[in-house]
Structures are given as structure tokens and as C-alpha cells.
């Protein structure tokens, strides 16, 4: 009788942990419907899956098992009562005309969330080709937007690891609003003709983590917008695109500040730009200080280190008065390799607002072409130099009586 009552109870207690395992597994959205041909649209299974997991109390998986899902479009919303990670082990594809993606003009979009975690191995396919030839931003100021492939609006304490991002129509990923966002292990692939494709843009966000990254794009690999703060990017891999750009700044009213940018242990490769800060000429006001590029290694970049308050693409400026963005604080150390043009080192301040606390250190930049030697090539700056300086650096720099 014991023996048996010890059986019916260890029965019991495997059968109670089988139903627990069955609640606590994995949201597989293939159980939900979803099939893995690439031509039957996932979002609403996939909105199911979320609506589940975001409603538990107890942290939840959505799987995207492998194999090729279509999904029109989702929006993810929070708030959560638990953590959601979403493993993506297959590939999520895109509709390719941009017009089928209405809502928001975001293709995943995912917004008031707290301890995310995306990962799985899987790809992200924006199935951007057909309309990059729509794109009528590069050439006019006022243009339709296309869709982002995955946007982050007020999300925090998220991890972003393990995943790829494929030929986004727009902008790989956006941030917004966010706090405490690590990418890691993140790829990213476009064709360096793609346009606007930019990998990563962080706005308004503070305290994101960007490391062991290999991007390449049509356009910057990492670009940092208004009211970006302690922003740490290391051991990333860029190339194609235009680098790394802080900006562009001042084009409209009411920017905020960008503070505490790290770039550090990086490899830039055929990009049109290396690490660079930009802002556009008559702008608004606004500021960027304590930003930091050490540490990194240019292959064949047609402008290694850029400071450019003239930034003005496709002759969109109307109006040539000096950009009233402050730039402070800004160091370039340790920082290697080839250069495609011959001016290797480009610090172009605003003569309003001269650049301040500028240092360079430890330049080693060589330009094997034939139009000339290497060379900087400054104004309205006068930065403090050390270490070895190839090209020589700002040699016959001054800023304007005024600002002296």
C-alpha cells in the first residue's frame, strides 16, 4: 500500500511537472498557425504569440522555429507583466512592395517594453531592393518615408544578440526613447549602394551598448542622433557604408544634447567615411561634447577623421551661415591605416562656434594614391596634438578673433 501510494505520488509529481514544463515552454508559432512556406503572412499569429507571452506573469519564449515566414508587418506592445524573449532561428521575411507595410511605416516595431531579449541566430529579411529605387530622400528634402525594419520606441533593459539584418528597406534599426539596449554578436548586410540604409540609428536614447558587430551598409553603419548619452561602441566591424557618424545635427528645433559617445577597438573598411561628427551649416542650436574615437583601424577610407560642421548632402542647403551646433570635448587616439584620399584627417568647425577640448593623438594614416601626400584639413579649431601625427595635423589652424 505504501509502495503504491509512493507511486501514485511520484506519478503525480511527474505528471505536475510535465504541465508545468507545458506552461513555461516556449511559444512556438507554428503550433500557433504560422507556417514556415515564406508565402503565408505570420502577423497575426505572431500578435497572438506576443498578446500571450506579454500577459504572463512568469518570463515567456516566442519561437520562430526554422524555416522562411512571411510577415506583413507587427507591432509589439508593451507593457509586459514578465520578461518576453523572441528567438528567431528562421528567417522572417518582408513583403517586398513597401506599400503593403501601412501601420506606422514600420515593418517590426516594437514599443513600452522592459527586458527584452531578441535573439535565436535567425535573420531579420527586409527585402529592401525593390524600394530602394522609391527612395527619393537622397535627392530631396521632402520625401515619402519607407519602413525601418525594426523599431524600438521607449524600450528598456534589452538585449539584442545572435541575430541578422538583412537589406532593410530603410533603416536596419531605430531607436527611440530607449534606455540600457545591448547589441551583441548583431550583423547587418545591404549592398554599399543601398540608400538611407543606415544600421543602427540611436536618437533620444541613453546607455547603448553596441559590441563584437560586423555591419555593412548603404549608408552610416552606426549614426547618433539628438539626445543620444553614454552610447559605448567596441569591436565592430564596418564596412560597406559611410562609418560612424555622430549627427547630423541641427537641422531641426529643439535637438537635444548628445553626451558621452565611446567608439573604441573598431575596423572600418571602404567606407566613404571612417568615425565622424556632423552638422549642418545655418542650423538650429544645439551641442555635442565628450565623444571619444580611439583605438581604430581604417581600411582604405576616403575620410578616416571628420569633424564636418558643412554637412550639407545632395546642395539641399539654401542657406550658408555657420552651424550653431557646439562641438567640445571630442578626442581622436590611436588611430591607423589607409586612407583613399589624400586629406586623411578633415576637422571643419563652425566659425561662429569654434570646436573646444579637441585632442589628437597618435595618428598613423598613410594615402598610397597619386593625387598628392597626405594631409589634414582644419578650421576654427586648434586641437591639442601628441604622439605620432601622420599626416601632421592642423599645422597653420586658427579660430576667429572673437571666439579667442
Not at 51 to 76: D, R, V
Not at 131 to 154: D, G, H, I, M, Y
Request: hydrophobic residues 35%.
Amino acid at each position: 500500500m505504501a509502495r503504491a501510494l509512493g507511486t501514485t505520488l511520484l506519478c503525480s509529481w511527474l505528471f505536475f511537472t510535465c504541465i508545468v514544463q507545458a506552461q513555461t515552454g516556449p511559444i512556438d508559432v507554428t503550433q500557433l498557425g504560422a507556417k514556415p512556406d515564406g508565402s503565408a503572412d505570420m502577423s497575426q499569429v505572431l500578435a497572438d504569440a506576443w498578446k500571450q507571452a506579454c500577459n504572463s506573469t512568469t518570463p515567456s519564449t516566442i519561437l520562430i522555429p526554422k524555416g522562411t515566414f512571411l510577415l506583413k508587418e507587427a507591432s509589439l506592445a508593451g507593457p509586459c507583466k514578465a520578461p518576453v524573449e523572441v528567438q528567431i532561428q528562421g528567417t522572417v521575411k518582408a513583403p517586398e512592395d513597401p506599400a503593403q507595410i501601412t501601420k506606422d511605416k514600420e515593418w517590426m516595431s516594437i514599443i513600452y517594453v522592459d527586458q527584452l531579449t531578441l535573439s535565436g541566430g535567425g535573420t531579420l529579411d527586409g527585402q529592401g531592393a525593390k524600394a530602394w529605387t522609391q527612395n527619393e530622400c537622397r535627392v530631396k528634402t521632402e520625401c515619402s518615408k519607407l519602413p525601418n525594419t525594426l523599431s524600438l520606441n521607449f524600450v528598456n533593459n534589452t538585449v539584442i544578440r545572435d541575430l541578422t539584418s538583412l537589406n532593410s528597406k530603410l533603416f536596419h534599426v531605430n531607436l527611440f526613447g530607449c534606455n540600457n539596449i545591448t547589441f551583441q554578436h548583431f550583423t547587418i548586410i545591404a549592398p554599399g549602394d543601398s540608400p538611407n540604409t543606415d544600421g543602427i540609428h540611436i536618437g533620444h536614447s541613453t546607455g547603448v551598448v553596441i559590441t563584437d558587430s560586423n555591419i555593412g551598409t548603404g549608408d552610416d553603419c552606426i549614426s547618433i542622433g539628438d539626445g543620444a548619452k553614454q552610447v559605448n561602441i567596441s569591436k565592430v566591424t564596418c564596412g560597406p557604408g559611410h562609418g560612424i557618424s555622430v549627427g547630423s545635427l541641427g537641422r531641426y528645433d529643439n535637438e537635444l544634447p548628445v553626451e558621452g559617445i565611446f567608439v573604441t577597438d573598431c575596423t572600418i573598411s571602404g567606407t566613404l567615411n571612417g568615425v565622424r561628427v556632423k552638422s549642418w551649416p545655418a542650423s538650429k542650436s544645439g551641442s555635442a561634447t565628450n565623444m571619444h574615437f580611439e583605438g581604430i583601424i581604417m581600411q582604405n577610407v576616403s575620410n578616416p577623421v571628420i569633424i564636418d560642421q558643412e554637412y550639407c548632402p545632395n546642395n539641399q542647403c539654401t542657406n550658408t551661415a555657420p552651424s550653431s551646433v557646439k562641438i567640445a570635448q571630442v578626442s581622436f587616439k590611436n588611430i591607423t591605416g589607409t586612407s583613399a584620399t589624400p586629406a586623411a584627417v578633415t576637422l571643419l568647425c563652425s566659425k561662429s562656434i569654434p570646436c573646444e577640448g579637441v585632442e589628437v593623438a597618435d595618428i598613423d594614416l598613410a594615402y598610397n594614391g597619386n593625387q598628392g601626400s597626405v594631409s589634414s584639413n582644419c578650421a576654427n579649431v586648434k586641437p591639442a596634438l601628441s604622439g605620432k601625427l601622420n599626416p601632421p595635423i592642423c599645422a597653420n589652424a586658427t579660430v576667429p578673433a572673437q571666439a579667442a
